[in-house]
């Protein structure tokens, strides 16, 4: 199986703040890299997919760049409703895996 | 758009089956694969496995031994079902389908799965 490994695992910050998720794969997964939002209660949301396509509808201060085993996933500029729950998730291989998570809190 | 719906029991004992149902809703199921996960409380996600419109199916090889998965094109759904379970399989369960490039892009709500005597 393919680890999916992100950092921080928590992360305060205010609004207005730039921040930056990491998630690293334990081997090779070129761009099969997602990205998906996750507030409590709720299903989990895609918001990048292919590692940088931004699904429609997400606002473009979301970002995600890399290649291969080490990703960003990147909000230029942090809103009230962006406080949630960020897990990064293979697409390359079966099983399919997902990070850790990284949860995204307020100041 | 493509919508999904769990259903089944909330309650399950130990050792016994876990029967999920998911209804699709929007779409065919006749098209894509079709793909359960789950979430223990606190917890990360974790894929349990999908079915193709074929009922060719993969699963996750650490639940592999105790789970099925199948169709009903005749209702528009599919279902998961995991045996023996344990108070480990205690879980919001969702299905997805597939989004934009090989990602999860639509899911249902989830359903809460408590596994206690």
């Known amino acids: 199986d393919i680890q999916m490994t992100q950092s921080p695992s928590s992360l305060s910050a205010s609004v207005g703040d730039r921040v930056t998720i990491t998630c690293r794969a334990s081997?090779?997964?070129?761009?099969?890299l997602n990205w998906y939002q996750q507030k409590p209660g709720k299903a989990p949301k895609l918001l990048i997919y292919?590692?940088?396509s931004l699904e429609s509808g997400v606002p473009p201060r979301f970002s995600g760049s890399g290649s291969g085993t080490d990703f960003t996933l990147t909000i230029s500029s942090l809103q009230p409703e962006d406080f949630a729950t960020y897990y990064c998730?293979?697409?390359?291989?079966?099983?399919?895996?997902f990070g850790q998570g990284t949860k995204l809190e307020i100041k | 758009q493509v919508q999904l719906q769990e259903s089944g029991p909330g309650l399950v004992k130990p050792s016994e089956t876990l029967s999920l149902t998911c209804t699709v809703s929007?779409?065919?199921?006749?098209?894509?694969?079709w793909s359960w996960i789950r979430q223990p409380a606190g917890k990360a996600l974790e894929w349990i496995g999908r079915?193709?419109?074929?009922?060719?199916?993969n699963y996750n090889p650490s639940l592999k031994s105790r789970v099925t998965m199948s169709l009903d094109t005749s209702k528009n759904q599919f279902s998961l079902k995991m045996s023996s379970v344990t108070a480990a399989d205690t879980a919001v369960y969702y299905c997805?389908?597939?989004?934009?490039?090989?990602?999860?892009?639509?899911w249902g709500q989830g359903t809460l799965v408590t596994v206690s005597s």
């Open positions: 998730q293979q697409s390359y291989s079966i099983p399919r895996t």
């Open positions: 081997q090779s997964i070129s761009n099969y």
């Open positions: 079915i193709y419109t074929s009922g060719s199916t």
């Open positions: 997805a389908t597939i989004g934009s490039g090989y990602s999860l892009g639509h």
């Open positions: 292919a590692a940088s």
């Open positions: 929007g779409g065919s199921i006749s098209s894509y694969y």
